[in-house]
């Protein structure tokens, strides 16, 4: 840890960094990185601390004392101000951030997404505090290629569909399409954010994950999450294969992701952590532009690394088609492409992302395969029984 530089080569000065969500996924991942990789402090805020007890307990583990859990539910706690004024930095990533919820609770998804991180925001403004706010690639919604004709060849021009943060539009559904009240409650606190940095000064960086997945993503259903329970579609496709039954593609598996493997994209957050003067002010697009797939194709590929590292028989038929009104209820609508255009953070962070999508799955499937296959054997066998 001695010695380190920023990509300026200036010293890196330990710092206190207050993290609400730090007990997600996302959070998880950073938290575990800042403990064994550098000597900054964290103030980890989150109504669940499961994902990273290994990190607060035992109490003899190398990084004791420099990360504090804090039970703060961020809607009511008059606590956020004070750990705020004690950080040099707050990075949120708290969030209801599952599609699921989009549609069905769709007032809960626009207080959290927006009304919830309205004070944080306004502490770190009024309090000369530096911000990382986690936002999404979902605020822009639909390609323009999208409103193209089927047979149009500009839908092959990456001017129709390449999403860059300072000139694609944010292209949402209807009002009664409830999916999009994530990305518009996301694209709000956005533009507010930018604000307070023009109109107040904020030191503020926002990021827009692409489909950031990894280990502890979500949760399996009925094993550490409820039974009905929709998590997103990593967690959903590795449940399908621990009970060996057929992967759902909604509406045909069509729709088309770009997956970036979650410790590559914390290497991204890393660099904006620790080198302000290059990251403050600006929106950066986090993602992996090579590891584009339909969700069809996803299925297939997940289907075929597990049985690999399983070592189970792949299923016969291995995908089933689901209309999305079945699978996400009345409201559901979707994005159609995500490809995330990487000049702004390779110009201002040098930061590219290295792991293949076949990679990526490899290590993940191994580890939910460790983590749960005796469990959902185990419940499966329960159920059975009854
Ligand atoms: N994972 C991705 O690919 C992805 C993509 C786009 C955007 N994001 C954004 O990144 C952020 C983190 O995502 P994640 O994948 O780690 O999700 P996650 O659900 O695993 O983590 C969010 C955490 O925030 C906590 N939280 C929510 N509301 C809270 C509250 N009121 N008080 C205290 N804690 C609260 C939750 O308990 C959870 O631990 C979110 O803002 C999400 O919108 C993630
Ligand atoms: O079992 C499933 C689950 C999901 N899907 C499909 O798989 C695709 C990806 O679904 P995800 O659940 O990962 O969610 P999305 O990519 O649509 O959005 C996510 O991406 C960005 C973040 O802001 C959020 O974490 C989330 O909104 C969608 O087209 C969805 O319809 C299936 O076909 N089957």
Not at 183 to 206: M, S, V, W
Not at 254 to 267: G, L, M, N, P, V
Not at 294 to 309: D, F, G, I, N, R
């Amino acid at each position: 840890m001695a010695g380190r530089v920023d990509l300026d080569g200036n010293p890196i000065n330990p710092m206190t960094i207050c993290m609400i969500g730090a007990g997600g996924f996302i959070g998880s991942h950073l938290c575990e990185k800042l403990m064994s990789e550098t000597p900054h402090t964290v103030l980890a805020v989150d109504v669940y601390s499961d994902k990273i007890k290994h990190l607060l307990e035992p109490t003899s583990l190398p990084w004791n004392g420099r990360i504090q859990f804090h039970r703060i539910n961020i809607k009511n706690d008059s606590r956020l101000e004070g750990l705020i004024k004690m950080a040099d930095l707050t990075v949120n990533l708290a969030a209801i951030c599952t599609p699921a919820d989009y549609n069905t609770r769709p007032l809960d998804t626009i207080y959290s997404n927006f009304i919830d991180a309205l004070p944080v925001v306004k502490y770190c403004s009024e309090n000369g505090k530096r911000l990382i706010h986690f936002s999404t690639c979902e605020v822009y919604g639909k390609t323009i290629g999208a409103f193209l004709p089927e047979d149009s060849p500009l839908r092959q021009d990456p001017a129709y569909f390449v999403l860059s943060e300072d000139a694609s539009p944010c292209i949402f559904g209807p009002i009664e399409k409830q999916r999009w009240s994530y990305a518009c409650a996301k694209q709000l606190i956005e533009r507010l954010i930018y604000a307070e940095g023009a109109e107040n000064g904020l030191e503020f960086t926002i990021v827009r994950p692409f489909n950031w997945i990894g280990p502890r993503m979500d949760f399996i259903p009925g094993i550490d999450g409820p039974s009905e329970g929709v998590p997103r579609v990593l967690a959903c496709f590795s449940n399908n294969l621990l009970r060996h039954e057929p992967l759902k593609l909604v509406d045909g598996g069509h729709s088309q992701r770009t997956f970036i493997y979650i410790k590559d994209a914390i290497e991204a957050v890393f660099l904006m952590i620790e080198n302000p003067a290059r990251a403050n002010g600006h929106i950066f697009n986090v993602g992996n532009p090579n590891n584009e797939v339909t969700v069809k194709q996803l299925a297939e590929m997940m289907a075929q690394v597990y049985s690999k590292v399983s070592g189970e028989t792949p299923l016969e038929t291995p995908t089933v088609d689901v209309s999305s009104k079945e699978f996400y209820g009345e409201g559901y609508d979707d994005s159609d492409k995500r490809i995330p255009d990487m000049t702004i953070i390779n110009r201002q962070l040098g930061w590219n992302p290295k792991t293949s999508l076949w990679d990526l799955l490899e290590s993940t499937l191994t580890y939910q395969h460790r983590t749960y296959a005796e469990a959902v054997k185990q419940a499966m066998s329960k159920t059975t029984a009854n």
